[in-house]
C-alpha cells in the first residue's frame, strides 16, 4: 500500500539538502593556494604538504589521488618530472608534470616514509599496507581550508 501525501509522517520530514549548498564547489584561487602551504610549512606537515602539492599539480580526483604509489613517483634516487596514473572512472592514462616545488615536497616526505617501489605514498593510519581512504583525504581538505579562515562547506576535494 502507498503512503498518502497527506500523511504526518511525510509532512515532518525534510529533504536531505534542505539549507545545504548543492552543486560545484568553488575553487581555491591561488592567494589561498599559498596561504595552505604556509600552513602546513608553519605546522611542518610534511605529508599533508606533499599530499596538497600532488593534488594541486596533477589535477587528480581524490580516489585516485591516494592510491598513488612510490613506483609511480619516483625513477631511482629522484622523483619523476612527470608521472602516469590509470584514472579508476575512465580507465584512461593522465599525464601530468610535477614542478620543483611539488618534487621537493614530495622528497622530503618520501625520504621521511621510508617506503618500498611498491607502498602506497600515502598510507592508511590503521593498515600501512593499504593507502589513506578518499573520506581521510576529504577531511584533510576541510582541515586546511577551515586553518586559513574560509568555510569548509564551500570548498571540498575538487576545488583543488
Known amino acids: 500500500m502507498g503512503r498518502s501525501q497527506y500523511g504526518p509522517a511525510v509532512q515532518e520530514r525534510r529533504a536531505w539538502n534542505a539549507g545545504k549548498k548543492v552543486g560545484a564547489k568553488r575553487a581555491l584561487k591561488p592567494r589561498q593556494i ?12 610534511l605529508r599533508d604538504r606533499a599530499l596538497f602539492d600532488l593534488a594541486i599539480d596533477s589535477k587528480l580526483r581524490g580516489c585516485d589521488l591516494v592510491k598513488i604509489k612510490i613506483g609511480d ?13 590509470v584514472q579508476q ?9 610535477l614542478t620543483s616545488e611539488v618534487r621537493a615536497s614530495l622528497l622530503a616526505w618520501l625520504e621521511r616514509r621510508d ?6 605514498a ?25 586553518a586559513i579562515g574560509l568555510r569548509r562547506q564551500e570548498y571540498g576535494t575538487h576545488s583543488l
Open 73 to 85: 613517483l619516483v625513477a631511482g634516487p629522484e622523483i619523476r618530472t612527470r608521472a602516469i596514473v
Open 122 to 146: 600515502f598510507p592508511s593510519r590503521v593498515d600501512q599496507a593499504h593507502h589513506m581512504s578518499t573520506r581521510q583525504y576529504a577531511r584533510l581538505v576541510d582541515e586546511w581550508v577551515s
Open 34 to 45: 599559498w596561504a595552505i602551504r604556509f600552513f602546513l610549512d608553519r605546522e611542518r606537515r
Open 115 to 120: 617506503g618500498r617501489i611498491n607502498d602506497h
Open 89 to 97: 572512472k575512465t580507465g584512461r592514462p593522465v599525464q601530468f608534470e
